[in-house]
């Protein structure tokens, strides 16, 4: 049984199969560290967060005009709609390309293009949401911001906070975060994985996150959790991600069925699925066996799009005509549509 979904958390560059890396690397006239598909496809596989580190940068080295960019979000939309996904938000990191010198307006024209070709491809609907880095001189934010803001009539619907949180406060991005909101760009920052729950209090008083990328460490601090299911902030999950960065040492340790008992709004999502060697469906799966309600968590990502009350209207319709109209599980309880879709049939 297929069931629709919704994707809020997924980083394109991360998202780069193996084949692809190779094809644009040949493209682009890249030497890539291996000499073939397959010893492409070993590197790929994770071992550590320094190994991580070193796939990343070969990613994002063999991106270098829009059409690569294009490329990469049309390549992730077929992707996606092969588990029933009808619509996601990309994330990408500017500053990866503008300190390669790559000009950032056919950086986002690529990007934002391929939000068109999905849709004409897919009929996936995307958008895109750039990250700031934590560790990267403020003026490169505020350059990602400017161009970001001249890009939101074309699908750039949020901006996004990136990198280790102990690096720098979420207060030393406060002003781009404003000048991002008032030009009506969402908050949607990383914060509460390799940092405690003050990470994520910090994102919401300092930043006013619409939506926090992880969060799964606010489990922590009940009073917390009261206040997110108080102002409807959806925590975007990724479990597999929270064990390949070592976030979680073992999967019987993941917060995620306490964070579905408690009633706080999640998606479930795959963050980098190339690199972490994980898909959708197996996320899913995963969500599912923690005891969450499909439904529950398509209406979660309803409630944390981006894209306004169009797309809004559009998925809560794809919803009732595959579940009914009717209530739903509260932030992703158990209920007989999880059991009705069944851990081996998230796809």
Request: proline residues 4%; negative net charge.
């Amino acid at each position: 049984m297929t069931y629709p979904k919704i994707e809020l958390h997924v980083h394109l560059e991360g998202a780069i199969r193996p084949q692809t890396l190779f094809a644009l690397a040949a493209k682009n006239k890249v030497t890539l560290p291996v000499d073939t598909l397959q010893e492409l496809e070993d590197f790929y596989v994770f071992s550590d967060f320094n190994h991580f580190v070193d796939v990343w940068n070969v990613t994002t080295d063999v991106l270098f005009d829009a059409d690569d960019f294009r490329r990469v979000v049309v390549e992730y939309a077929k992707e996606a709609a092969s588990f029933g996904v009808s619509y996601f938000e990309g994330i990408f990191s500017p500053g990866q390309y503008y300190v390669r010198g790559i000009d950032g307006q056919a950086l986002f024209e690529g990007f934002t293009d391929g939000i068109q070709a999905a849709r004409e491809e897919t009929g996936v609907e995307v958008r895109l949401t750039p990250d700031l880095d934590r560790r990267r001189p403020i003026e490169i934010s505020e350059r990602i911001v400017a161009d970001a803001v001249k890009f939101r009539d074309r699908g750039i619907v949020g901006l996004g906070l990136g990198g280790r949180e102990r690096a720098d406060p979420a207060s030393k991005f406060a002003d781009v975060f404003r000048f991002a909101r008032d030009h009506g760009l969402a908050s949607v920052p990383h914060a509460g994985e390799d940092a405690g729950p003050e990470s994520v209090r910090d994102v919401i008083d300092v930043l006013h996150a619409h939506r926090v990328r992880h969060g799964i460490r606010a489990i922590e601090d009940a009073t917390l959790v009261d206040e997110i299911i108080d102002r409807d902030i959806v925590l975007d999950v990724c479990p597999t991600s929270n064990l390949r960065t070592r976030v979680i040492a073992d999967w019987k340790d993941h917060p995620l069925p306490e964070l579905i008992a408690s009633g706080i709004p999640l998606t479930i999502n795959t963050d980098d699925p190339a690199m972490f060697g994980t898909d959708l469906g197996v996320e899913h799966r995963l969500a599912i066996e923690a005891g969450a309600d499909p439904r529950a968590l398509f209406e979660a990502g309803i409630l944390g799009q981006l894209a306004g009350d169009e797309v809004a209207d559009r998925l809560r319709a794809i919803a009732d005509a595959h579940w009914g109209v009717g209530a739903v599980g509260a932030g992703g309880v158990g209920t007989a549509d999880a059991a009705a879709g069944g851990a081996g049939s998230a796809r």
